[in-house]
Structure formats: structure tokens, C-alpha cells
């Protein structure tokens, strides 16, 4: 049977065959033998491949930091708050303008987002602004690196020192960053990445849990399966209680062998990404838009997981006119204090309202060609 996707939309999700779709799933080609290989055995679930999957990630992308896979970057979010001590009364400053996926764990914790401003040049969370923001109450500090360009870490890391409070890096769309040769969590208390369908790596749903002090590192293995001490379980003997309310938050076989096999073509997909965002950014000269890209500093590489636009005039003609012309593109992420579940619009974020209604993401995936980037460029150059 042909699988395809449908929405009453005006315009539905896109087909490749159709045009240039936002996002696309990279899949490597052994990917099938690898799922196939994990399938032929008893452990399809948390098994093996998941401790080479993690252990894979921690030799490539940490500086031999303890980590633990998670069936989704929000469950990996979860654990950080958890393990950070955020709770009932605690506030925790974070991005407005992200997933709400950042946010939505802290109010499983019974917690308060308190919302920050955005950078306008790189659409991150403000420090200054994560600075007036601190109260008694609050107990972390959240950064996404959107898009995958990273967030300002040196004055994040600087307040969060000065006040004693927990750094957590949603690293969810910068898997590959390097800031200033550092991998974030060196710098961060605990690092989260994600592997769901349309991130550069996939596990079709995952996540990745990095902690900077490796004391957390057996409470976030047990809150991740039920409470429960998997290792001494398997002695057999009443010696396991469940003292502390646990999830089920694991990754499986099944992801970690697309994981496997994924991760090993980092560095070509990053590649062509830093290419594709480096086409735009010196192809689109059209003067009522801007570009988001990533200072070029020094120690500083990034893995772009989105390109967006700041369209200085209507966004919503612009984007019907790509659509027209076979190219998809979308809002993505819309600030979050506008969703009833945390309390309707804030009132004193004014970077965020000057961008509210012109930001745009167009296509920047493995699938997408040069020649593809420069029509878009074209299109974009032409409105
Ligand atoms: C910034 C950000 N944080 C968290 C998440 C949540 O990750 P997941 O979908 O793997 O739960 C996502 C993406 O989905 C994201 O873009």
C-alpha cells in the first residue's frame, strides 16, 4: 500500500516528487540491515545496540562524558530537569522562541518557564535579558542552539555560575556543534540532543542525555526505566526497591541500529549543510531579508538543521509563491508563551514581537542540491 500524507490544508505536506519538501528523513543505506540484524535476535528493545549507540555518540561527540540514550529528546529533557532539581515552585528561564518540547517537561515538574527575549541575530535566548529575569526562585537556565547555531554560552555559563543555577544546553537541533573547541557539555551541567524523524541523525524518535559531572549518571539510568537498578535486578534477590519515581524513557534496538548507522555519515551531512546555508546567505540578496547565520568566531562549527529567513514584508505571499514554485517552507516553532498551557502572551518580550510575524524556514536537508539552494535563492531574490 502507498503511504501518503494528506491534511484538509490549503497546502499539504509535500511530497519529494512534488517539489522540494522542509524536511526530510536521512537514512543510511545499511540502515535496513542493521534494523534487520537487531530484529533477528531477542533484543529489539533496550539492548546491546543501544550501548554502542551510546557509547558511538560519546567517543564522537563528548569529551568522554557519561550519557544515557532516551526514547525522545523531550524524555532526555525531562531527565535534566529532573536531575537538576527543578520542582514545584522553582522557576526556570528559558527560550520563548523554540519547540515546545524545551518548555513542557519543566511544567510536568510543576515548575514555571519563565520566558526570555530573544538575540535578534541569531534568534537564541538574550543573557541580558536571562539576567534581569532571576529571582529567588529560580533554579536553571535553558539554552536551545536554534537551527544549530549555538547559543551565547560564554555569558550564559558566566550567569549561571554567578548565581548558582543549573545550565541545561536543548541541543536538540546542533548535534556536531563545536563552540570555541568545546563540545557544550563541557560547559553545560547536562546536554540534550534529539534523533526524532527530521533531525540531521535519526532514530526515527530518540534522544541522548549528556551529563557534565558523571555523578547523575546511575539516577538518570534508573528514573529512565521505571526506578528500577537494571543491573541488580538481574541478580534475581529482593535487594531492588523503587524509591524514586521513574519513567519509561528508554531507547530501543531498533532506533539505536538507524542511529548506528546514521551517525556515521555526520560529517558528509554537516558538510553539505554548511554548504546549503552558505548559499543562501551570500545567494539571497533581495534587501527585505535577512538570513539567520552563525557568527563566524574562532573554535566555532556548527551543523545547521534549518535556514530562516527575516522577511521584512508579508511572509505569508512569499511563502505561497515558493509554494507555487515547488518549494515548501514554514513557521516551524511559534513562540511559546502564546499557548494557553503556559498562561497566553507575555507582554515585555519586544525582540520577540518585532520577529513574530516575519520569520520563515526554507528547505536545508541532505536531499536538497546546490542547484536547488540556488534556485531558492533565485525565487527568494525574484519576490
Ligand atoms: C529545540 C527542541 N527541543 C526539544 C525537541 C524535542 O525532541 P524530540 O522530538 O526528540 O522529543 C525538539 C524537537 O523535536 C526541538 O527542536
Not at 515552585?89 to 519543566?106: M, Q, R, S, Y
Not at 542511529?259 to 546555508?277: I, Y
Amino acid at each position: 500500500m502507498e503511504i501518503k500524507s494528506s491534511s484538509m490544508n490549503e497546502y499539504p505536506l509535500m511530497e519529494l516528487e512534488q517539489g522540494i519538501p522542509l524536511f526530510y528523513p536521512f537514512i543510511s543505506p545499511d540502515a535496513k540491515n542493521s534494523i534487520n540484524s537487531s530484529l533477528e535476535t531477542r533484543w529489539i528493545g533496550q539492548g546491546p545496540k543501544v550501548d554502542y549507540f551510546e557509547k558511538a555518540f560519546k567517543d564522537k561527540l563528548t569529551n568522554n562524558k557519561e550519557l544515557i540514550a532516551t526514547g525522545s529528546g523531550t524524555d532526555a529533557l525531562h531527565l535534566a530537569y529532573i536531575l537538576s532539581d527543578v520542582g514545584p515552585g522553582d522557576e526556570v528561564i528559558t527560550p520563548v522562541f523554540t519547540c515546545t518540547a524545551t518548555n513542557l517537561p519543566i511544567l510536568y515538574q510543576g515548575a514555571k518557564p519563565v520566558f526570555a527575549d530573544i538575540d535578534p541575530l541569531t534568534l537564541n535566548i538574550d543573557p541580558n535579558d536571562v539576567e534581569h529575569r532571576i529571582t529567588s526562585k529560580t533554579k536553571a537556565i535553558v539554552a536551545v542552539d536554534y537551527g544549530g547555531i549555538p547559543a551565547d554560552y560564554e555569558k550564559l555559563s558566566l550567569i549561571a555560575k554567578k548565581y548558582n543555577l543549573k545550565l541545561i544546553s536543548d541541543a536538540a537541533q546542533s548535534i556536531g556543534l563545536k563552540y570555541q573547541n568545546k563540545f557544550t557539555s563541557d560547559i553545560a551541567d547536562f546536554v540534550i540532543f534529539s534523533f526524532q524523524a527530521i533531525k540531521t541523525i535519526t532514530t526515527a524518535d530518540g534522544g541522548m542525555l549528556v551529563m557534565k559531572d558523571n555523578k547523575f549518571l546511575e539516577k538518570a539510568k534508573r528514573i529512565r526505566w521505571f526506578g528500577i537498578d537494571r543491573a541488580e535486578k538481574q541478580k534475581g534477590t529482593w535487594e531492588n526497591d523503587i524509591y524514586e519515581l521513574g519513567y519509561k524513557y528508554q531507547m530501543t534496538d531498533i532506533g539505536a541500529s538507524l542511529g548506528l548507522t546514521g551517525l556515521k555519515h555526520l560529517s558528509s551531512l554537516k558538510a553539505q549543510r554548511k554548504k546549503l546555508l552558505n548559499i543562501y546567505s551570500n545567494g539571497i540578496k533581495n534587501k527585505k531579508i535577512k538570513v539567520i547565520d552563525y557568527p563566524a568566531k574562532d573554535g566555532t562549527d556548527v551543523c545547521p538543521w534549518i535556514c530562516t529567513l527575516i522577511v521584512n514584508d508579508d511572509r505569508i505571499t512569499l511563502m505561497k509563491m515558493l509554494r507555487n514554485n515547488g518549494v515548501e517552507s514554514a513557521q516551524v516553532h511559534y513562540r511559546n508563551d502564546r499557548y494557553s498551557v503556559f498562561g497566553s502572551k507575555q507582554n515585555d518580550l519586544p525582540k520577540m514581537d518585532y520577529i513574530e510575524d516575519k520569520y520563515l524556514v526554507i528547505p536545508l536537508h541532505h536531499k536538497v542540491t546546490e542547484n536547488d539552494a540556488l534556485k531558492i535563492c533565485k525565487l527568494i531574490n525574484s519576490y
